[in-house]
């Protein structure tokens, strides 16, 4: 199984300021299978980016995804009030798919 | 537009099975593949597996033993079952849609929370 390490596990950061998520995987995957969600509390998980750097329908374009291989990054250009929250990565490349334990962004 | 809902008991007791159903709206169930998840309480998420509307299904090896995806397409619906269920299976469960076997999971329904206890 595929696992998938998030880093750092906690983000205190400001309105207005960036944000770096970064997302290891044990072992290479294919880039057009890494996706991005978002989940506020109380709220099921939103899909932000898939194929590791393309923004799904509505998502704003602070929002950019990168990376190859084993190492994957989501910035968050400018934080905005509705983007503290808590981001997962997601790997479909093998099966079982799985997820990352998740980054939480939170107010400083 | 496509929306996901899911249904089901709130509460089952130890060693019983856990049944939940999600509607699709919006849209026909014979296309796209169709998956389930779960959060426990402070933790992150785990896909139990999906169902595609031939029939066909992928499930995680860590669950297989336990769980049935099932769908109904005169109802637009599929399910989820989770036999022998413990304290450790007390969740929020959510429904979601693949646009094929290998795509991420762009509709979700809201989520069911379902506790485990006797």
């Known amino acids: 199984e595929i696992v998938l390490t998030q880093s750092p596990g906690t983000l205190s950061l400001s309105p207005g300021e960036r944000a770096t998520l970064s997302c290891r995987a044990s072992q290479s995957i294919s880039s057009s299978y890494l996706a991005w969600f978002q989940q506020r509390p109380g709220q099921a998980p939103r899909l932000l980016i898939y194929g590791a750097s393309t923004r799904a329908t509505g998502v704003p374009d602070r929002f950019s995804g990168s990376g190859s291989g084993t190492d994957f990054t989501l910035t968050i250009s400018r934080l905005e009030p509705e983007d503290f929250a808590v981001y997962y990565c997601?790997?479909?490349?093998?099966?079982?798919?799985?997820f990352g334990q998740g980054t939480k962004v939170e107010i400083k | 537009q496509v929306q996901l809902q899911e249904s089901g008991p709130g509460l089952v007791k130890p060693s019983e099975t856990l049944s939940l159903t999600c509607t699709v709206s919006g849209g026909s169930i014979s296309s796209s593949y169709w998956s389930w998840i779960r959060r426990p309480p402070g933790k992150g998420l785990e896909w139990f597996g999906f169902i595609y509307y031939s029939g066909n299904t992928n499930y995680n090896p860590s669950l297989r033993s336990r769980v049935t995806i099932s769908l109904d397409m005169s109802k637009n619906q599929f399910s989820l079952k989770l036999t022998s269920v413990t304290a450790a299976d007390t969740a929020v469960y959510y429904c979601?849609?693949?646009?094929?076997?290998?795509?991420?999971?762009?509709?979700w329904g809201q989520g069911a929370m379902v506790t485990v206890s006797s």
């Open positions: 979601a849609r693949g646009m094929s076997a290998f795509s991420a999971f762009d509709i």
């Open positions: 997601h790997q479909s490349n093998y099966s079982p798919r799985t």
